[in-house]
């Protein structure tokens, strides 16, 4: 028979408890550039200026602390309060007026007024430069910044398009009028971007577009149509696609800028009908748009709106990548500090050799994605300088990166989420809305089919693999050399995914599409990797070069034994593995 304890006795023998020792690293409060081992010499080896790199560098400190501590607080709350759509007034007046909660609306600051991320390519003054920013500068800012927030850095990069492209095809009128509005340096002035495309009939398929556009005898454009998904939907001008011509399809389309107020102060005749309940980026606003007649400016030659967006559209895809690469970079520093604080069964994580593995794929996936990011900034500031091979880099090394890197960031997420164990899984740290807002990017803007297609176009079309490779070609010229016994596979490697993507693209083989845009991906990224080890004296960037050729890009049998390290001594080594 059991015999019950008495009450004093548990009250006894409960004040010979202690509490459990903690052994939950924590990094709060770390300054998230300052702690990256690649932030600096990356930096200076893609800015080549070298007075800005020395204007920039306590900026980005301080950019990096906040990042690591107010901003990514903030962050946090805006993540549980998302915005609020408020119909009508109190008077019973529509208003479709949305809320958001002061901790967003301190983001808003930070990243539009305090840092100019989306004014510094368009007007001098940012950062207190007397110049516009090169476009290097202002994507390595960005990807620090969307390390604590990543929701507003889509608000960010749609206000910094909308003045790309306005200033690219709107009139001399038009520019003067908007521009100084979009890149204004006081939030209390600006009007922040947005660009609605989405319709339910047409998603990827911008040839379906529903919403019509009437010119009136006084030469005023009217818009009517729903768009189905307009982040950032009260943002001061959109960028709108609506059909103007008798033709159909693309060739009927044309691009308009819509504003959010008339010029006698009243609201555009639009309704935000209401906000979409996201899986990620919580905290910036999506919704659903009406336009009963919005009055709305005519952007470039009437019928080709699609091509005149498609500027704004790769703008963005750059941005969706270098967002994910943010992403990951910030995933892979919480594993990281994780894996280097954390004891189990009387060792750190990070000297068990399976963490190792796991921490270098991740690693490998992140450094891709920056590599990448600062190649196509640097072509994206020659191409805007007129040079027409830029322009055709451009125009495949942005669905290169939207694709790969968006997909890698789903990944390495999780990863980072799974390093962290049980506590990875809780909201009250930071993986779970690194996972959340990973998914986003491959997704908008296109998804993974419709960009790697895009890939094999720009080759079709553009007739960008020439020039892909030309580049390559000269970066790995420049770069540190492959070790000799790799020499061999780099070079049948690279032949082999040449030829890859010049069948998939002269077949137009659609099921090769991903197969072939990831493998330009790897060859360009390993062969950024070589001309970085070069130019900033960074030996471990030719090792994740030599890990991308082994793992990523040479073919091997699956269920061969092998080590995760190309040699049999171990000598790649990630930067900081051993820090």
């Not at 959010?260 to 919580?282: F, Q, V």
Request: proline fraction near 5%; glycine fraction near 8%; charge should be neutral.
């Amino acid at each position: 028979m059991n015999t019950p304890i008495p009450h004093s006795a548990v009250l006894e023998r409960s004040a010979h408890l202690q509490a459990p020792s903690c052994n939950i690293p924590d990094s709060a409060g770390r300054n998230l550039f300052e702690s990256d081992p690649y932030a600096r010499p990356m930096l200076h080896a893609y800015l080549s200026d070298e007075g800005l790199y020395q204007h920039l560098l306590p900026h980005f400190s301080e950019l990096g602390r906040l990042a690591g501590g107010a901003l990514d607080e903030l962050a946090g709350i805006a993540d549980k309060n998302p915005p609020v759509l408020s119909v009508r007034n109190r008077r019973g007046e529509d208003e479709a007026r949305i809320i958001k909660h002061p901790a967003y609306v301190e983001l808003e600051r930070a990243a539009y007024e305090r840092f100019g991320l989306a004014a510094m390519s368009h007007r001098p003054g940012a950062l207190g430069w007397n110049a516009p920013m090169p476009p290097t500068a202002k994507y390595a800012l960005t990807y620090l910044f969307v390390q604590a927030e990543f929701g507003l850095c889509c608000p960010v990069s749609m206000t910094d398009s909308l003045a790309r492209t306005l200033r690219k095809f709107g009139t001399p009128e038009l520019v003067e009028q908007v521009l100084p509005r979009v890149a204004a340096l006081d939030f209390d002035e600006l009007k922040q971007g947005a660009m609605f495309m989405t319709e339910q009939a047409a998603g990827s398929d911008v040839s379906a577009t529903q919403t019509v556009a009437e010119k009136r005898s006084d030469g005023q454009w009217l818009l009517y149509g729903d768009k189905w998904f307009c982040s950032n939907p009260d943002a001061g001008f959109a960028m709108v696609l609506a059909h103007s011509e008798a033709a159909q399809g693309l060739a009927g389309i044309s691009l308009f800028l819509l504003p959010r107020t008339l010029a006698d102060g009243s609201p555009n005749h639009y309704r935000i009908l209401r906000l979409k309940d996201k899986l990620g980026t919580r905290s910036m606003a999506s919704g659903e748009i009406r336009l009963e007649g919005a009055v709305a400016w005519l952007v470039g030659e009437r019928g080709r709106g699609f091509q005149q967006m498609a500027d704004m559209i790769n703008s963005s895809r750059l941005s969706n990548g270098m967002r994910a690469a943010g992403l990951m970079r910030r995933a892979l520093s919480e594993a990281m500090y994780f894996a280097h604080n954390r004891l189990a069964f009387g060792k750190r994580l990070v000297d068990m050799p399976l963490m190792r593995r796991q921490l270098l794929k991740m690693q490998v996936a992140a450094e891709q994605a920056r590599s990448v990011m600062f190649q196509t900034a640097l072509e994206l500031d020659k191409a805007d300088k007129g040079d027409a091979r830029a322009r055709k880099l451009v125009r495949i090394l942005t669905p290169l990166i939207k694709f790969r890197a968006c997909r890698d960031a789903r990944k390495v997420t999780g990863d980072a989420m799974e390093v962290r164990g049980g506590c990875g899984y809780i909201e009250e740290w930071v993986e779970p809305r690194l996972v959340r807002d990973a998914h986003l990017g491959s997704i908008w803007e296109g998804t993974s089919n419709i960009v790697a297609l895009d890939v094999l176009r720009a080759i079709r079309r553009n007739e960008c693999l020439p020039v892909l490779r030309a580049h390559i070609e000269e970066l790995l010229a420049d770069g540190a050399a492959c070790r000799p016994e790799l020499a061999g596979i780099q070079q049948s490697s690279l032949e082999k995914a040449w030829a890859l993507a010049e069948r998939a693209a002269a077949q137009d083989n659609s099921p090769l599409a991903r197969q072939a845009a990831s493998a330009l991906y790897n060859a360009l990224s390993l062969a950024a990797m070589r001309w970085e080890a070069g130019r900033a004296g960074l030996s471990s960037r030719g090792d994740l070069a030599d890990l991308v050729l082994v793992h990523k890009l040479a073919p091997r049998d699956p269920c061969v034994e092998a080590s995760f390290m190309p040699d049999e001594n171990g000598l790649l080594q990630a930067a900081y593995l051993n820090a």
